[in-house]
């Protein structure tokens, strides 16, 4: 194996064997799975829609659910190292900061993706009750894979900025507020009322909003996969940035 | 094996190492000194690639730091100032974690950590969870990390603090044979540490190398360096005082009056070219006075006189 590859392995390895020695690993995918079970069938109103499809009863509520839980799976991953001091230890093995980056994002967004796939029995649902659209669902899950891995990044960077948890935590909820809020429709429709065309584009072009609603709708399109892909890695190279400044460069 | 050159670090506008140089070979062992603050932890994280130099040059090996971080930093090991490990790990898991870090891969990794695990005294702990360790078990810990892949440079940043005597022992031992065919480098408050096992000292302040030797030269900078002191019995004061001052070879006598009712009496060489005759003089001058004298030896001088007479800034000589 590649050595650059094997290094990013070991230090996903660790972080994840980090998520389940200590009991927030299953508290946060309990209260995950609760909250996804709570909106689906309450709020959401899975049985009184009429419908098989998962579209709007469950993925629908994965933005607002994502703004909370990806920042507090995420907050740890740099702050941590920073406050009590491994920061130095890591970064003085013979690895790039890159590697470490990479490990620790993927080491956390496999986390965040077994919790996801956990959700299976919302699937037999309406398999059970009706005949949903297989592709749809797929791409729904793809698309809210990509969204926590949006949020995750920017939790990443926020993370590297700080040594305390909390402030990592509220900073990237704003951060990943703004790119809901950029285009989620009640607010875009009040912008359209006195902004410039010019002006409305160029903000709901940073939102996580339209392109998460093409994979709601089934589709997996070039552009929306290039526009999470570039919020993470765009991330990813500012925790970079940050972590260099750290070190004073 | 490490080549320091003209070394350099900012932090805004302060300067915390200011144009350091030195080299340490193979089978060296270098203490490094300096009052709080005077750019010792600055300095080595700059040699093992954590802070970039602001300007200046790290070779490790034939390795620069920052052109060669990876190919570099293989060479190194590294023990941090507070010792930090993960404390969501247990000791094994943690080692482990570092020899894969360090490229190790299957057996090679159970023996590397059997090693360190013997030579550290971390069997008995090694199941253990890190953050349930006392301090000392920590530490070692990290220590046993940073020797793991057994390096050809070990930099060690105050490698026994927090240690008990009998542990410091202990470290000072394991460093002391490593230092036979490494290079090593640490930093230490313990200026005892340093006559026990280094074989060079470096002292630092204000970001700058005020004094580079070995133990016993640094030591020969001490004021007290090379003075006799004799202790008499029965003698006055002014007879004593007027004998030692007429030698030849003598300058400066003190003489001091012990609560026992001895007296004590130092003599300074005149010159640097009268200390090797002084003892002797000394000695001569007592049996001929018939003097009866229960000791009489040549002062080597204290390292902490010399680290105390470089490192105290100007203020607070003046004071004293």
Redesign the interface.
């Given at each position: 194996m590649n050595?650059s590859l094997?290094?990013i392995w070991?230090?996903l390895k660790?972080e994840l064997?980090?998520y389940f020695?200590?009991p927030v690993a299953y508290v946060f995918i309990v209260i995950f799975l609760l909250l996804n079970g709570f909106f689906t069938f309450m709020l959401g109103g899975f049985f009184e829609l009429g419908e098989a499809s998962l579209s709007r009863p469950f993925f629908n509520w994965h933005p607002w659910l994502y703004l909370f839980l990806v920042p507090a799976a995420g907050m740890r991953l740099w702050a941590e190292e920073r406050r009590?001091?491994?920061l130095?230890?890591l970064?003085?093995?013979?690895?790039?900061a890159a590697q470490a980056i990479i490990g620790k994002f993927l080491a956390c967004w496999a986390f965040l993706a077994l919790a996801l796939a956990l959700t299976f029995p919302v699937v037999g649902s309406v398999y059970y009750l009706g005949h949903p659209d297989g592709g749809a669902i797929f791409a729904g899950y793809v698309g809210s894979l990509l969204l926590a891995g949006a949020y995750l990044a920017v939790t990443v960077a926020t993370s590297a900025m700080t040594r305390n948890q909390v402030i990592s935590f509220i900073l990237s909820v704003v951060i990943c507020f703004f790119l809901i809020l950029a285009g989620w429709e009640p607010v875009t429709s009040l912008l359209v009322r006195w902004a410039p065309a010019g002006l409305v584009e160029l903000v709901t072009g940073f939102s996580v909003m339209p392109h998460f609603a093409s994979f709601q709708r089934g589709v997996i399109d070039f552009r929306d996969l290039l526009f999470f892909a570039s919020v993470i890695v765009f991330s990813l190279f500012g925790t970079s940035v940050i972590l260099?400044g750290l070190?004073?460069? | 094996m490490i080549d320091v050159e003209n070394l350099i670090k900012e932090f805004g506008p302060k300067r915390a190492v200011n144009g350091v140089s030195f080299t340490v070979r193979r089978g060296e062992i270098l203490g490094f000194l300096g009052p709080n603050g005077a750019g010792k932890s600055t300095t080595m994280r700059m040699i093992t690639g954590f802070f970039p130099p602001t300007s200046g040059k790290v070779r490790i090996g034939d390795h620069d730091i920052s052109e060669e971080p990876i190919a570099a930093k293989k060479l190194i090991g590294y023990l941090p100032e507070s010792a930090p490990c993960y404390s969501d790990m247990t000791v094994s898991g943690f080692l482990r974690f570092t020899a894969e870090m360090r490229g190790m891969r299957g057996a090679q990794i159970d023996a590397a950590v059997a090693r360190v695990a013997g030579l550290c005294f971390l069997e008995g702990v090694l199941h253990q969870s890190v953050d349930t360790l006392s301090k000392g078990y920590r530490h070692r810990t990290c220590f046993a990390q940073s020797i793991l892949h057994d390096p050809e440079v070990l930099v060690l940043d105050e490698p026994t603090d927090g240690l008990d005597p009998n542990q410091k022992h202990e470290v000072r031992q394991i460093i002391k044979r490593m230092g036979q065919t490494k290079a090593i480098i640490f930093s230490t408050h313990i200026l005892e540490e340093v006559e026990a096992c280094c074989s060079r000292a470096i002292i630092i302040d204000r970001g700058t190398v005020v004094a580079n030797g070995t133990p016993a030269e640094l030591k020969a900078r001490a004021d007290a360096a090379g003075s006799v002191h004799l202790r008499v019995r029965n003698v006055a004061a002014e007879t004593l005082k007027s004998r030692l001052s007429g030698l030849p070879v003598a300058g400066r006598v003190q003489i001091h009056d012990n609560s026992d009712g001895s007296l004590s009496a130092r003599v300074f060489p005149r010159d640097k070219s009268t200390r090797a005759d002084l003892a002797l003089s000394v000695a001569q001058a007592a049996t001929q006075s018939g003097w009866s004298f229960d000791e009489l030896h040549t002062e080597e001088g204290r390292l902490d006189d010399v680290f105390r007479a470089i490192t105290l800034p100007d203020s607070v000589k003046a004071r004293e």
């Open positions: 050595e094997r290094n070991t230090i660790r064997t980090g020695a200590s009590v001091g491994t130095e230890l970064l003085t093995m013979p690895i790039t260099r070190r004073g460069a | -």
